[in-house]
């Protein structure tokens, strides 16, 4: 029986991890859960944007509970805070620096949800061997995408200079490469975009 600690940005991909592992035999508690064990494993769920959660998740990671964490890219995840609550945006960044500052050490696997396939095999099979089961993963099934975020094109995102910041983060160049290719490569798409928006439709030929 393997417990696991779940200690997410909000949008990153959260509860496809819950209904993933939910699905598979974990029952989610409250990373302050004190109750007592039972006979399936435990999946620790909370948000690192509270500060009493994000102690609780490194007080477990400590005592040998392994984080998992699931990995979105940052322009994407910035835009479903926005299209979902844009007053509470100012949340956003802070609990990023959470992560990356305070929780990174702890985390044992990402699970790149619109990341590269190769990186999803990798995911996988770290997660198995550190579960010791063989799980069922549906990397393309969506789950609770309200802002309709979660395959929207990069070319399309307004990033803020504080995402940016975040996303030249190692972490994120891992999965998403530098970010400097990415500028080139949006650039490159946002003209491809822009001219088939101002193109004309043509008339069909006459009979």
């Known amino acids: ?29 409250g990373l302050n859960y004190s109750g007592n064990s039972h006979k399936f494993p435990h999946l620790y769920h909370g948000h690192c944007m509270k500060g009493s959660q994000l102690t609780f998740a490194i007080e477990r990671a400590k005592r040998g509970t392994p984080v998992i964490m699931p990995m979105r890219h940052p322009y ?63 990397w393309h099934k969506v789950v609770n995408s309200k802002g309709n975020t979660w395959d929207m094109s990069l070319a399309k995102a307004e990033p803020t200079e504080e995402i940016r910041e975040i996303r030249s983060h190692p972490v994120f160049t891992q999965f998403y490469g530098t970010i400097e290719d990415e500028d080139k490569d949006r650039q490159s798409e946002a003209r491809v975009w822009q001219e088939m928006e101002h193109k004309e439709p043509s008339l069909p030929d006459e009979l």
Not at 1 to 29: F, I, K, S, Y
Not at 80 to 86: F, I, K, T
Not at 122 to 128: P, V
């Open 1 to 29: 029986m393997t417990n696991l600690v779940l200690c997410t940005v909000p949008h990153t991909g959260t509860q496809w991890c819950v209904r993933l592992l939910a699905d598979q035999g974990w029952h989610e508690l």
């Open 76 to 138: 994407r995840v910035q835009e479903s805070w926005r299209r979902r609550d844009e007053r509470n945006m100012g949340g956003l960044i802070p609990t990023y620096r959470n992560m990356l500052e305070e929780l990174l050490p702890y985390v044992r696997v990402w699970l790149p949800i619109d990341g590269r396939p190769i990186d999803q095999a990798i995911a996988e099979r770290q997660l198995d061997e550190l579960t010791g089961r063989t799980l069922t993963y549906r």
